[in-house]
Nanobody, 120 residues
Framework: QLLLVESGGGLVQPGGSLRLSCAAS????????IAWFRQAPGKEREEVSC????????TAADSVQGRFTLSRDSANHTIYLQMNNLKPEDTAVYYC?????????????WGKGVLVTVSS
């Protein structure tokens, strides 16, 4: 069974930082687009950031530009989301995902999510 497992979530104060990890031990990350999505309470899921299969193209939501950084460590089968200067509106369940085709298409594999709460 192919699994993505997120970790690193928790409670953080506004202005703080967290790094989310997504373990993808069964995947060759060089063959997939990688992405993080989030879903806040009462809202639809939104794409936070995505990087193309080649790694040459990356996108990020306007709300996280300059604060969040997506990266992949293919050797260790892990995807990261570094989140800095966190705001209360960043509170959500965060999901990592992999895509066979690329960013902007339906993602093929999803993790179960990890909760991030930004509050004082």
């Amino acid at each position: 069974q192919l699994l993505l497992v997120e970790s690193g979530g928790g409670l953080v104060q506004p202005g703080g930082s967290l790094r989310l990890s997504c373990a993808a031990s069964e995947f060759n990350l060089n063959h997939y687009a990688i992405a993080w999505f989030r879903q806040a309470p009462g809202k639809e899921r939104e794409e936070v950031s995505c990087e193309s299969i080649s790694g040459r193209t990356a996108t990020a939501a306007d709300s996280v530009q300059g604060r969040f950084t997506l990266s992949r460590d293919s050797a260790n089968h892990t995807i990261y989301l570094q989140m800095n200067n966190l705001k209360p509106e960043d509170t959500a369940v965060y999901y990592c995902a992999l895509g066979n085709i690329g960013c902007g298409y339906v993602m093929a594999y999803w993790g179960k999510g990890v909760l991030v709460t930004v509050s004082s």
